[in-house]
């Protein structure tokens, strides 16, 4: 079992940065593939980025590449990601995701556990 909470989100204006963060308890937090979703309102959830166990291998959709970063520290149970250049269509709540697949999928059933979310608003 793994729980994961995220926080961070905020309020924020166009162009602004931010960094969230997810930290998980329980056992073999390494053994997960992360990925960060996000819903908007009316919205399916939509893949954003993902990392791979080890931290050897990340995929980003194609609205955040260049724009987010997504790491991990497997020391600290934490995955991170640092969003740049935010822009109002970044509005949603960010979720984090641990699955068991080596690599990061960008579907959302293909993980097992999800934390409860942070709201990230972005103002024009």
């Known amino acids: 079992q793994v729980q994961l909470v995220e926080s961070g989100g905020g309020l924020m204006q166009a162009g602004d940065s931010l960094k969230l963060s997810c930290a998980a308890s329980g056992r073999t937090f390494s053994a997960y593939a992360m990925g960060w979703f996000r819903q908007a309102p009316g919205k399916e959830r939509e893949f954003v980025s993902g990392?791979?166990?080890?931290?050897?291998?990340?995929h980003y959709a194609d609205s955040v590449k260049g724009r987010f970063t997504i790491s991990r520290d497997n020391a600290k149970n934490t995955v991170y990601l640092q969003m740049n250049s935010l822009n109002p269509e970044d509005t949603a709540v960010y979720y984090c995701?641990?699955?068991?697949?080596?690599?990061?999928?960008?579907?959302?059933?293909?993980?097992?556990?999800w934390g409860q979310g942070t709201q990230v608003t972005v103002s024009s």
């Open positions: 995701a641990a699955g068991r697949a080596v690599r990061p999928d960008v579907r959302p059933h293909e993980y097992d556990y």
């Open positions: 990392i791979s166990q080890s931290g050897g291998f990340t």
